[in-house]
């Protein structure tokens, strides 16, 4: 007699992409989105993978890994930020790519979306070689970018000094000047005044917006945010401006709880002169990276990485409120914890679309050679964001759902409506 052997079926790891595709079937269901447009926004348009050799400074040639993909071209150009990280791959470009679309949809502003990436550590790479990695990655993707076709900006990992690279490197290739195909560049070199804190302002925006509705006053609560990069450091700054006491700051190097309110000015001025990092700082007691995230604050901003707000952390998460600054922190699983918790969630597809919004202005100036003061940016940029943050809640409480799907839902009812004006094959 054969004795059949048990197999064992391999458990998929769910990606990101799978966290994007659960919560637009969600959104699709209860608004009852045309199948077409179903189908058609499960699929990202084009996907690009590059190899990118590269002489490193011990003269040993290197090939990184890039990669472009363009999810949507529906409502504009593709528009989206290019992310440098050990752990960066095909699934979750895509998965950045397409919140991009939504994002742009959510923000009202005429892009589709789109990301790219290269696999590689920023950290351990010399100016050198991030120059010429960068440069490489712009000249292979010179076809894809273009001012009304796909235009990166910053986002983890990389900053204004790489746009400028990207956008000298293009226009070398075209024997031009296209100061449009990129956004979040240097103010000198056709940047917007405002670009660089807009992620962070969108999210004190949408906090102030939350707040009101949640009837609390920004002076009387307390929060903790993880990330002190781009999107953390400048958030805490113009949080904490508003009145609200930070409890709790961190990044990769440190986390630091002080429950009287952490002196902001202080720390900011002490990862400015330490090359960018919190590791040292004494501003309170040491506390781990994922205490940060369950902490006893009202206002919790996940502003550094993806799937941090796990089902476990999400069953101890204290706050009332929690504004995504990051891209996908929070598990499409935690969702129903937290919200039978009755604890409000600003996602990420409106809470950090400031960075967007912004790039937008930016690409508007370029194309008509005119620059705005900072008031003017900030003054359009706080009204969209204001207007968005009123539309997501607005459907949400039409739909009866969570904000996360109030703001899906607003996403697809513009793209249905692109997608049904155009027309197909
Ligand atoms: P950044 O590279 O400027 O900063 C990232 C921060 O995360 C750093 O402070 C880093 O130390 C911290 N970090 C990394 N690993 C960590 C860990 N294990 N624990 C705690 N902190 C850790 O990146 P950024 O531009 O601020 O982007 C942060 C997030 O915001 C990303 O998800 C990005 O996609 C999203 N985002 C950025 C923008 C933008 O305009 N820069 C716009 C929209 C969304």
Redesign the pocket.
Known sequence: MTVKKSIEIPVKEASMFDAVISRLSEASKIYGLAEEADTILRHPQKEIKVSLPIMMDDGKMHVFEGYRTIHSTVLGPSKG?I?YGLDVNEEEVKA?AAWMSFKCAIANIPYGGAKGGITCDPRKLSIGELERLTRAYAVALSDVFGVDHDIP?????T?SREMAWILDAYNKVYRSDFPGVVT?KPVGLGGSLGREA??GRGIMIATLAALNKMNLKPKKVTAAV????????HSVRLLSEQGVKICAI????E?IWNEKGIDIAAALKYAKDNN??LQGFKGGVKIK?DELLTAEVDVLVP????NVITTNIAKDVKAKLIVE?????TVPDADPILNNKGIVVVP?VLA??G??TVSYFEWVQNKYGHYWTEEEVNEKHDKSMNAAFENIWNNAQQYKTSLRIGAYITALKRLEMGIKAKGHY
């Open positions: 930020g992310r950045l900006a910053p986002d983890m990992g900053s979040g807009a992620t993880q990330g002190f990069g781009n999107v953390g450091s961190g990044d990769h190097t986390t960018g990092i990276s502003a550094a990485l993806q600054g990051a891209n996908g922190p990420d950090n679309g960075g967007v």
